[in-house]
C-alpha cells in the first residue's frame, strides 16, 4: 500500500520567515495530495492540494509543489504568521488503494512572535 | 449548510463501558472514516467504509465496532476491549479521488 512520509516533525519560525514541510510518497500510482491544518482541538482543515499532472500550485502565501519522478511534495508558507502556528498533515490517494486517503504524520509548525 | 458532524465534543467513559460516537454527513460522500489521533501524534484509521451496509477494518480496529445502515451515518463504538481508549476521534467523508471533509472531533475520556 501508500506510505507517506513527512519531515521534519517540528518546526520553529521566526514570524515573517518562510516554512517548509516536505513529503514523500511510496506509489507512483497516487494521483491527488492534500494538505491539512489542524488547530488544537480541531479537526484538520484542507488548506491547498495538487493533482500530479500539475507542477505547483499557488494560494496566496501558501503553495505547494510536487515532483512526480522523486515522489515528494513540498508545503512552503512565506511571511509566517503567529497565527500560522499549528499541525499541518500531507496526505495523498492512490487509486491502487481504493481511493484511500494515506497520511504523513504531521509537522508542528510554531511561528514566534 | 453541508458539512459532517461529530457528537458530543466531550465524552467520558467509565471502566467496562461502551459508548458510542456519532458521525453525520449531509455532503453525500460515499465514503467515511474514522481516525484516532493521540496527544502530539498523527492520525491512525481505525475503520473505514466505502459503500453503505459495507465497512472494512483499519490499523487499529480491535476494541471498536462500526456500523453503515445510511450513507449519512458512520458510528463509532468504543467497546469495553478497547484498554486504553482516551484520545482525539476523529470523523471524515469523501468522494472518490478528492480531499476528505473532517469533523471537529471528541475528545473521550476514561473516568
Known amino acids: 500500500g501508500e506510505n507517506v512520509e513527512q519531515h521534519p516533525s517540528t518546526l520553529s519560525v521566526q514570524e515573517g520567515d518562510s516554512a517548509v514541510i516536505k513529503c514523500t510518497y511510496s506509489?507512483?500510482?497516487?494521483?491527488?495530495f492534500p494538505w491539512y491544518k489542524q488547530e488544537l482541538g480541531k479537526g484538520p482543515q484542507l488548506i491547498i492540494d495538487?493533482?500530479?499532472?500539475?507542477g505547483e500550485k499557488k494560494d496566496q502565501r501558501i503553495a505547494v509543489t510536487l515532483n512526480k519522478t522523486a515522489k515528494h511534495f513540498s508545503l512552503h508558507i512565506t511571511e509566517t504568521q503567529p497565527e500560522d502556528s499549528a499541525v499541518y498533515f500531507c496526505?495523498?490517494?492512490?487509486?491502487?488503494?481504493?481511493?484511500?486517503?494515506?497520511f504523513g504524520g504531521g509537522t508542528r509548525l510554531m511561528v514566534k512572535p | 449548510d453541508g458539512g459532517i458532524t461529530q457528537s458530543p465534543k466531550y465524552l467520558f467513559r467509565k471502566e467496562g463501558q461502551n459508548v458510542t460516537l456519532s458521525c453525520e454527513q449531509n455532503?453525500?460522500?460515499?465514503?467515511m472514516y474514522w481516525y484516532r489521533q493521540d496527544p502530539g501524534q498523527g492520525l491512525r484509521l481505525i475503520y473505514y467504509?466505502?459503500?453503505?451496509?459495507?465497512?472494512q477494518k483499519g490499523d487499529i480496529a480491535e476494541g471498536y465496532s462500526v456500523s453503515r445502515e445510511k450513507k449519512e451515518s458512520f458510528p463509532l463504538t468504543v467497546t469495553s476491549a478497547q484498554k486504553n481508549p482516551t484520545a482525539f476521534y476523529l470523523c471524515?467523508?469523501?468522494?472518490?479521488?478528492?480531499?476528505?471533509?473532517f469533523g471537529q472531533g471528541t475528545r473521550l475520556t476514561v473516568v
Open positions: 471524515a467523508s469523501k468522494w472518490a479521488g478528492t480531499e476528505a471533509f
Open positions: 467504509s466505502q459503500i453503505v451496509n459495507d465497512f
Open positions: 496526505a495523498a490517494i492512490s487509486n491502487n488503494a481504493g481511493n484511500m486517503l494515506t
Open positions: 506509489d507512483s500510482a497516487s494521483n491527488y
Open positions: 455532503l453525500n460522500h460515499d465514503a
Open positions: 495538487i493533482r500530479s499532472n500539475v
